[in-house]
């Protein structure tokens, strides 16, 4: 799979059907999309409902993300070789019922303990990286190049869908019905009936991929940008500044969106209890969606390095004020900031892969591995709220955007020379 400009031709000599099946691979890869987002989400509601029933700290409350997105690091690269020999399709087939066996874990784990709570995270996540692998580089091949990131962040915009349901549903089912009964475990017994259904949806899905037909994209020629190597993908400069970028992109979302519920909590910024502040999360995750859909039409007109670039010049600028200010001023800020995430995952990712030809699935590993930043970033900020308090940890955040601000100026005519 690969993202340059000899992919028109490749297309053109597919023959007539050959966008039509595009549209269809798109609208099925979609679903992917959706539904990993709305399980990534249900993180969120989780996490402050786990430290609550275990008693954790935030360090210890951030071993949730730690576990998911550790999951990325370590299945990436066998998820590769995996897709590579098997296909995307059956690849996709295998993700979904690792996940969907991930999702099932989390009843034997509300009758156990915290340990085997962030075993099922780790064997969900597993299953979500597999998708994840394929799904991404698939998409960026299409269509054309230069639409690339305005095509995945369409198929974004459908992710973040499923993360402004995620937190609304864990809030209804899970965090409503806290108290009702007395003891840890009463109160852990509340995940099972979502994650038992999800299980079941994540199964289904298997079975409707294992059905579908969806078209072979072969790898094409290597056509590298000036001045960069062609030895492998680490060769290419923009591809290892990407990564970091993706780095720390997800970790500065997933922590924000980790804290989001503490955060709206205190008393000097909201005082809302979980529940209430579960709904907020969803305005987060909605402001992500939202976004998308403008990116996806704004993109094809605006060079995708300047739009990161502004993006993450108002994220900083709305982290600060949340660290800064308080009340109203303060929360509606670090919810903003959802907005301003949301074409950054699928910008840089597509940017990356630009131009790396037969290194592309090489690349996209890479890239799938940096989103172990999602473990990272989240639990260095949970040790700065352990010591200097949840308000100033989001520092940690605002300094993630301030390279992906530098990634997007750099590159900011990345597709100038292309049709």
Excluded at 139 to 158: E, M, N
Excluded at 276 to 288: K, L, M, P
Excluded at 328 to 336: D, G, K, N, P, S
Aim: glycine share 12%.
């Amino acid at each position: 799979m690969a993202h340059n400009t000899a992919l028109p031709a490749q297309q053109a000599a597919a023959g007539g059907t050959r966008n039509g099946s595009n549209t269809g691979a798109l609208v099925i890869v979609t679903l992917l999309f959706f539904m990993w987002g709305l399980i990534a989400s249900l993180n969120d509601v989780l996490i402050p409902h786990l430290k609550s029933i275990y008693t954790l700290t935030y360090v210890q409350a951030m071993l949730v993300p730690f576990c998911f997105f550790g999951a990325y690091f370590i299945v990436s690269l066998p998820a590769g070789a995996l897709i590579r020999r098997i296909g995307f399709q059956k690849g996709a087939v295998a993700g979904l019922l690792i996940a969907g066996g991930g999702c099932a874990l989390f009843y034997p784990a509300s009758f156990s303990g915290y340990g085997l709570f962030l075993f099922a995270f780790f064997v969900l996540a597993s299953g979500i990286t597999i998708l994840q692998v394929a799904a991404n580089p698939y998409v960026t091949v299409l269509g054309l190049p230069r639409t690339a990131s305005s095509r995945l962040t369409l198929t974004q915009a459908f992710n973040s869908l499923g993360t402004v349901i995620g937190p609304a549903i864990g809030g209804l089912l899970i965090l409503s019905s806290v108290g009702a009964a007395a003891g840890a475990v009463a109160d852990a017994a509340t995940v099972r009936g979502p994650y038992l259904a999800l299980a079941g949806a994540l199964a289904l899905l298997a079975v409707l991929f294992f059905a579908a037909r969806l078209p072979q994209i072969a790898e094409s020629e290597d056509v590298s940008l000036a001045g960069e190597g062609h030895g492998s993908a680490w060769a290419h400069r923009h591809l290892v500044l990407g990564a970091i970028g993706i780095f720390l992109y997800v970790g500065a979302e997933v922590s924000i969106g980790s804290f989001l519920i503490n955060f709206l909590g205190e008393s000097h910024i909201a005082g809302l209890s979980h529940a209430d502040a579960a709904r907020y999360v969803s305005i987060y995750w909605g402001g992500a969606m939202v976004g998308r859909f403008v990116g996806f039409v704004v993109m094809r007109v605006v060079s995708p390095g300047k739009t990161l670039a502004f993006n993450s010049l108002v994220a900083i600028a709305l982290v600060l004020a949340a660290v800064f200010g308080q009340g109203h001023v303060a929360m509606w800020a670090i919810l903003a900031v959802g907005l301003c995430n949301s074409i950054m995952f699928p910008t840089i990712f597509s940017m990356a892969l630009h131009g790396l030809g037969r290194y592309t699935g090489q690349g996209s590993g890479i890239l799938c591995m940096a989103i172990v930043g999602g473990a990272l970033v989240p639990f260095a900020q949970g040790a700065l709220a352990d010591s200097m308090g949840v308000q100033a940890s989001f520092l940690l955040p605002a300094a993630c955007y301030a390279f992906i601000l530098y990634f997007g100026a750099k590159y900011s005519s990345m597709y100038a020379a292309q049709p």
